[in-house]
């Protein structure tokens, strides 16, 4: 089952999400799978991050892949964990 997710990112900047973007796009492997879409918005309090996953696993598998780089890179740390929601029904325009 598809599970949409919402991350909100306080005192996370643009140049913080693209260094660790770059430093996820580095690992081995398809550091993504399962990624069905993804949208990263600036706020004036930091990001709000948008993820589509085919899946539980794969969103908990990706988690435990990005934490330890964002920490690594010293982002700030959120005080809620990501909001998810099970999907009724999806579609990819073009797809």
Known sequence: ???????????VT???YDALNAEL????????AGCLSHVCVPTD???EIYDLWESQEAMDKFGATIMPVAERL???QSSEP???SPVHNYWVPGA
């Open 1 to 11: 089952m598809a599970i949409f997710m919402k991350a909100t990112l306080p005192g």
């Open 14 to 16: 643009t140049a913080q």
């Open 25 to 32: 796009q580095a690992q081995p492997g398809d550091t993504f």
């Open 45 to 47: 309090a930091g990001l």
């Open 74 to 76: 010293g982002l700030p």
């Open 82 to 84: 990501p909001a998810s």
